[in-house]
């Protein structure tokens, strides 16, 4: 890909621009939503369906600099201990308002670091979880495993618990990087656990790196991706390092002028991309990889893939329930948040009630839009018939919503015969070009560049 100063003039660089992992994005929920809500949604849910599940584990041993989760450190196993039991209460509160024969399409824990919980612990969970709702016969675990956070019996508990797809936190393989970033993580490590993880019967494996961190070069991203291409993994997030030292203050450890320019950072992902795509990755929207016997890539292949709060998502499942604090729940009526702090989050549980405390009640054009975003950042391009056929819209109306977009981005978008495209080369604007339908962003100068 060129470098080309219209992708800079358009704000291609704006770290501020949403993620469209949810539409409103959740800065945008409100306090309309609580515990009421939420237990009448999943009470809603009908029979017999397939759900997924998400619990979310915000504690970690160590403290890596660069990351932006929200996620406390802790030395010791007892607050772990007593948020699984906190966990447990809130899988009993699920239970009693779930419908009858749910079973689960996905269920995924992550965080923070799912494996520091001990194999007792794993277990323990794992076999409460599946008591309110099993597996269902395709269904898919998966668990975010954190290389220096793991064990032959921790894998072992999982993988006995069903585990079929394990997601390694690598970021990157250069000694010089990792210490820049506060996460050292030795290759022989690495590739050590994903070995572990093969011999236990695990189906498939995830890698996160990231792209944009301070010192990477384009050598030296090369030489990380391909001793990760050494693992195999089956799917890869290649993310671009989000440097945001005013909201995640450990960022502030990392030094500011070792962070690659906007452009570097387009070459570093374009240096990447090839020696995934030269290896026979197929390319899954704007920042995954996957093998084409994948999952994600035969979702993309049949217009399927879908977006969640973990990304990139084959999971055809309406619901989406998270437990655990912060997490975000979907429903076809709305989205509904947990309070983020572990210990507001178990008071409300204690208490015998959800700690449900913001969301969003769908409303108007939403869905629409939602779904206009969802394409452009799945599929680059959105079909007009498609929209007119799921919505109550009217022609018009969806004209007028590319037209108007259409105008901002110029020749960044196409209107076609079959709706609107993005062009390959305006690849890199496409969360700005979906911000163009977002109707809660009302960030004045949406083409603020950052070059
Ligand atoms: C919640 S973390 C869990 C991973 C696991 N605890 C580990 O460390 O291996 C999931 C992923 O978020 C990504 N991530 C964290 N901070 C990030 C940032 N500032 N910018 C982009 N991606 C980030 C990393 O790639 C990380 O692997
Ligand atoms: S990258 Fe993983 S281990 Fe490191 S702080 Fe973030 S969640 Fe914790």
């Known amino acids: 890909m060129s470098h080309d100063p219209q992708l800079a003039r358009l704000g291609l660089f704006d770290a501020r621009v949403p993620r469209y992992t949810s539409y409103p994005t959740a800065p945008h929920f409100g306090t309309e939503v609580g515990p009421g809500d939420f237990a009448g949604w999943i009470e809603a849910i009908p029979d017999h369906s397939e759900i997924s599940l998400y619990l979310h584990v915000p504690f970690c041993r160590r403290l890596c600099w660069f990351c932006a989760c929200r996620t406390q450190g802790t030395t010791t196993d007892e607050p772990v201990r007593a948020y699984v039991q906190t966990l447990k209460a809130e899988l009993a509160l699920l239970r009693s ?57 921790r894998l072992d508990a999982l993988a006995a618990m069903g585990m079929n797809r394990a997601s390694i936190g690598v970021q990157d393989f250069d000694p010089l990087i990792q210490k820049a970033i506060g996460r050292d993580q030795a290759y022989e490590l690495t590739r050590d656990v994903a070995a572990r993880i093969r011999d236990r019967g695990v189906a498939s494996l995830n890698a996160d790196i990231l792209y944009g961190l301070p010192f990477q070069t384009s050598p030296r991203i090369a030489d990380s991706v391909q001793k990760l291409l050494t693992l195999s993994p089956d799917r890869v997030a290649l993310y671009g390092y989000a440097h945001v030292p005013w909201m995640s203050r450990r960022q502030q450890m990392i030094p500011s002028d070792a962070m690659p320019t906007p452009e570097e950072r387009l ?34 292949q049949a217009g399927t893939l879908r977006r969640n709060f973990q990304g990139y998502t084959d999971d055809p499942a309406p619901v989406l329930i998270g437990l655990g604090a912060s997490s975000i729940s979907r429903f076809p009526q709305g989205f509904a948040q947990n309070a983020s702090g572990t210990a507001e ?69 196409r209107l076609t015969e079959d709706g609107l495209r993005i062009p390959d080369r305006a690849r890199p604007l496409t969360r700005m070009i979906a911000r163009a339908f977002d109707a809660y962003d009302h960030s004045k100068a949406k083409h603020s560049s950052a070059v």
């Open 97 to 153: 308002h779930l419908p009858r024969g749910i079973s689960l399409s996905r269920l995924h824990w992550g965080g923070g670091t799912p494996t520091l919980l001990s194999a007792d612990l794993i277990r323990d969970l794992a076999e409460t979880v599946f008591s309110v709702a099993p597996l269902a016969a395709d269904g898919e675990f998966s668990v975010e495993i954190d290389p220096n956070e793991i064990d032959d019996a």
């Open 267 to 300: 070459s570093l992902f374009e240096t990447a991309r090839q020696l995934f795509l030269w290896d026979g990755y197929v390319e899954v929207g704007i920042d995954h990889f996957a093998r084409p016997e994948d999952g994600m890539a035969r979702a993309l």
């Open 345 to 413: 989050h178990t008071k409300a549980i204690r208490a015998g009630q959800f700690s449900t405390h913001k969301g969003h009640v769908f409303q108007d054009e939403d869905l629409l839009r939602a779904r206009i975003i969802e394409a452009l950042m799945c599929d680059f391009r959105v079909s007009r018939s498609e929209l007119l056929r799921q919505f109550d819209v009217s022609p018009n109306r969806i004209e007028a919503l590319f037209q108007s977009a259409v105008a901002e981005f110029g020749d960044m978008l």
